[in-house]
């Protein structure tokens, strides 16, 4: 039985917008949940007025509705009498996720990435750290280091010492080539807990980052159960979970397959799951035991990860789960890949995976 865990929902009501501004913010959150469902979230949006007073006699959803038309975020569906949303409105909820996730991390006062490629950069950016051993003359930003001076010493014998140099980021403007895969097996909506919302707003976000700031990088999504396919960031809004099991060998194949037509050489893979391997596709049949690890499954899924690891693609799984045999699995894993592993929360995960990216940029040059 698909449902949804709730939590008490307490509305954002952000004095500084306007009415339709705090709406939108809500049913870009709901259509997301619903995967574009706009009929579902209004009905949800409609129990969430009658309980919290999100419109009042001035403005209500009817009024909402209209202008969202009005606005292009919705379209009439003239033959079937559908409301559909539109990509204006499937750019908005990336943009909200980016904003979700992203947007509220803030700069580390200390660098806490290392890197040996320090001073190699094209473009200066608008990240500042304390400087690092190995940190050429050229990245020290002296305005910076020259105020710190002065805060920490004074102004009367003035001197600087090497805990008041600032460094400014520099942009690489290598590409860096990134294969998302998304588990939607039936084990993403188990046990009352909505996993795959969460991952559909961290690709969404992974997208619109890439999309702004490294534009010279490429995101490929795939998404894997019983079979794997490619499917384009438009289509995220729209994905749900199926009666799958997780046939992950294929997840790897179609990403290593997508991976070898990129022409530069910095490759990576992003898996995001919450369970084990249960899946094999041999021929036309499916080889399926979701009663532990299977070893003919396993066997498979470690060669793979073996050989992305020959070819210099890491791969860097996000486990959402925390059962220990599932773990001791992702561990073989990432040691024979030589990859990364993380065992997040669904809180924590857009944070984990947007420094990971930013690392493996780093890493890779």
Known sequence: MIGYRFTEY??????EKSTFDNLLNIFMQLITITSGDVSEALNWMTNLDRQYNLTDNEYGLGDFIDELKAKGYLTD????????????SEQQIRKSALEEIFGKLKKSGKGNHKTKHSGQGDELSTDFR???????LDQISMTDSIKNAQ????????MMTENDLEIQEREFKTQTSTVLMIDISHSMILYGEDRITPAKKVAMALAELIKRKYPKDTLDIIVFGNDSWQIQVKDLPYLSVGPYHTNTVAGLELAMDLLRRKKNKNKQIFMITDGKPTCLKEGIKYYKNSFGLDPKIISKTMNLGAQCRRLNIPITTFMIASDPYLKQFVQEFTEVNNGNAYYSGLQGLGHIIFEDYKNNRRKNL
């Open 10 to 15: 307490i509305p954002d009501k952000n004095k």
């Open 151 to 158: 805060i920490n010493h004074g102004f009367g014998d003035f």
């Open 77 to 88: 569906d003239g033959n079937k009498g559908e409301i559909k949303i539109t990509a204006k």
């Open 130 to 136: 304390e400087y690092q051993y190995g940190d050429t």
